[in-house]
């Protein structure tokens, strides 16, 4: 007769123990001994370790009374009345005994290294309690288990404990709200998939509380209501985007998205996502502002979660004032997430520091492009002795921002230099002087998105440049020393 159940083939079982306030004993003292540890305290085990001798770390522990030390050797009597048992030294036989005696004593154990000896193993964990999520490879590749965590990790924020902290706070209350399981359930998917989820990812969990609050009194589910997501994309390579702005994009209903925006970082978005081209490059606009201002209102309005996708930082040359303002008076929520500027990724990926203590005191971050019919920028607030410039947008009137800088006291021969593509595989840097930066440009058929970086601290590309090749084609290295 054929067994009702089919063979296993996972040789373990996953459980969550509830080991608080649990005795537990590790032996050994290196710093392997010290990782299991520190994850067994973290779960509340009243610990021993036992060893001759400690490492740095867990001599700390001791010292702070963390943990028990037992200095010497492993006997068999030391798991009687423990329950649970790591054995973590460079000794075969001594992790042998400890599973050996773990095992008489029914005391689930994990040895080092060595499954085959292990009753229990101890997973890679993602850590925001209370949520806990546990990954395993049955211990046949560890390394990937870490893999996977790295993966996990970018796309679980931190705020998903305050999140779950709250929905535990208010599941008994739910319940007497909803008693039939089935209403309860849409109720907490509406909920983890609104402005209250939001409002606890953002940070604002007084405000989710008070929002669940109102809901749970409701005669009737309200509806819901929409939410936009300012995010700043970063300078171009899709592996600088936060974490935060992943996780955002990847719960969004529609995405707004320009011109700087990196398609690989569209892709992100959640599959069945809506994607709106806004444009927004220089002079060639597939939608004006008020257009995009009232996009977002719209989509908002009909309690969609809306992310506005702009390249850098939206606060940085991104208008992103302007479009918050316009959501303000229309009373629809919203947050802003940050991202790393043009300036920021161009001089990093340059070899260029912007602050170098050798050569500049200050940067300031101006705009060669301001609105048509808009007053002379004043360039005489910029050129001061020790003082990085790094210009956004300044393709097109470079010969004219270069003259008026030069014009306003700036040495000619003070160093130069065009980043274009910045982040991504198809970079180029024009190194130059502010004199020549203009003719070397116009030689290598510099195009947009470019940004120029001028002084001293242009100097030290030579010596600090890593992506990509030093002497790129078409780098133009005179006058430079």
């Known amino acids: 007769m054929s067994s009702p159940l089919p063979k296993a083939d996972r040789p373990y079982f996953a459980a969550f123990l509830d080991l608080r306030d649990k005795p537990g004993v590790v032996v050994g003292g290196g710093a392997v001994a010290a990782l299991k540890a520190e994850t067994l305290l973290r779960s509340g085990v009243r610990l021993t370790v036992i060893a001759p001798e400690l490492c740095a770390r867990l001599a700390e522990l001791t010292l702070l009374g963390a943990l028990r030390h037992e200095p010497r050797r492993f006997q068999p009597g030391d798991l009687v009345g423990a329950e649970v048992a790591v054995a973590a ?201 008020e257009e995009i201002h009232a996009l977002m209102v719209r989509h908002a309005g009909e309690g969609r979660r809306v992310v506005r996708l702009k390249g850098g930082d939206p606060f940085i040359f991104g208008r992103g004032g302007e479009e918050i303002e316009a959501l303000a008076a229309q009373g629809i929520d919203f947050e802003v997430v940050p991202g790393i500027t043009a300036a920021a990724g161009a001089a990093a990926y340059a070899g260029i520091p912007l602050t170098h203590r050798d050569c500049a005191d200050a940067c300031v971050f101006v705009t060669g492009h301001t609105r048509r019919g808009g007053a002379q920028f004043d360039w005489s607030g910029v050129v001061r002795p020790r003082q990085t410039i790094a210009v956004y947008m300044g393709v097109a009137g470079l010969g004219g921002i270069a003259g008026a800088l030069v014009a306003h006291g700036l040495a000619p021969d003070t160093p130069a230099a065009l980043v274009e593509k910045a982040t991504l595989p198809g970079q180029r840097v024009i190194v130059a002087t502010i004199s020549t930066i203009a003719a070397a440009a116009s030689r290598a058929k510099v195009q947009p998105p470019a940004l120029l970086i001028v002084g001293e601290v242009v100097r030290l590309r ?4 890593w992506y990509g090749a030093k002497a790129a084609a078409g780098e133009a290295t005179s006058s430079v020393r």
């Not at 850590?127 to 679980?156: N, Y």
């Not at 998205?257 to 081209?277: C, F, I, N, Q, S």
């Open 89 to 289: 030294t460079d000794d075969a036989a001594v992790n042998e005994a400890v599973a050996v005696a773990a095992r008489a004593l029914r005391i689930p154990v994990n040895v080092a290294d060595d499954a085959s000896r292990s009753s229990f193993i101890m997973p890679s964990v993602i850590d925001r309690a209370p949520v806990q999520i546990a990954i395993s490879t049955a211990g046949a590749a560890p390394v990937l288990a870490r893999k996977l965590r790295e993966l996990i990790e970018r796309t679980v924020p931190f705020a998903f404990a305050g999140l779950a902290e709250l929905v535990g706070r208010w599941r008994s209350r739910s319940k007497e709200r909803f008693p039939d399981p089935v209403a309860r359930r849409r109720f907490w998917e509406e909920i983890l998939e609104g402005p209250v989820a939001e409002l606890a990812l953002a940070g604002r969990t007084e405000e989710a509380a008070a929002r669940l609050e109102r809901e749970l009194g409701a005669a009737a589910p309200s509806r819901r209501e929409g939410f936009v997501s300012l995010v700043g994309a970063g300078p171009g390579d899709p592996e600088l985007l936060t974490l935060k702005a992943l996780r955002i994009m990847q719960r969004a209903d529609v995405v707004l998205y320009d011109h700087l925006v990196a398609p690989a970082l569209v892709e992100l978005a959640r599959r069945d996502a809506e994607r709106v081209y806004v444009g927004k490059e220089q002079d060639c606009h597939a939608l004006g502002q």
């Open 462 to 465: 030579s010596k600090l440049a």
